[in-house]
């Protein structure tokens, strides 16, 4: 049985950006970088506070590309295959990382929820390329085997914990 939304996220987002339908796309990113997406429990609870309906809620969700209404891990790595990181190998790096984490372009996060991999087509560090980012750290300079050996860091910081 699925644990009970905590709906004190969603006060608090409401609390900071204030209760009002104009703050829709702050409370939208404040809720988000808690959970990493957007639960759909939040959406009658927010329709409810700002007397807005959902379907307007849910459109703005889902019309600007950073919001995610699909849950993320808690790693979430961006490739970027703009013009430069392609042309410098993007493309065999994260076949790499999705070969060895077990994910693909329709399952994007691990089973363990630890990694989200996605594709962007641009992160804006073109002199670094190719690029990765966690959780919008920039990695520079990337080759299939400096991302795993990220990746891999990471595994052992989780494990260690």
Known sequence: MPEPFDYSVVDAALE??????????????????????????????LSQKL??????????????????????????IKFCDGTACHVRGSIPILERVRSELGV???????????????TVSCLGACGLAP?????????????????????YSLKVKEESK
Request: hydrophobic fraction near 35%.
């Open 51 to 76: 007397e807005m309906s959902e379907a307007r809620i849910f459109s703005v969700a889902t019309f600007y590309e950073n919001f995610s209404l699909e849950k993320k891990g808690k790693y979430v």
């Open 131 to 151: 690029v990765m980012t966690v959780n919008d750290v920039v990695h520079p300079a990337m080759t299939p085997d400096k991302a795993m050996e990220v990746i």
């Open 16 to 45: 900071k950006c204030g209760c009002k339908q104009s703050a829709i796309i702050a409370i939208l990113q404040t809720i988000q970088e808690h959970y990493h997406y957007l639960p759909q429990e939040a959406f009658p609870y």
């Open 104 to 118: 693909t372009d329709n399952k994007k996060t691990t089973d363990d929820q630890l990694f989200t991999i996605e």
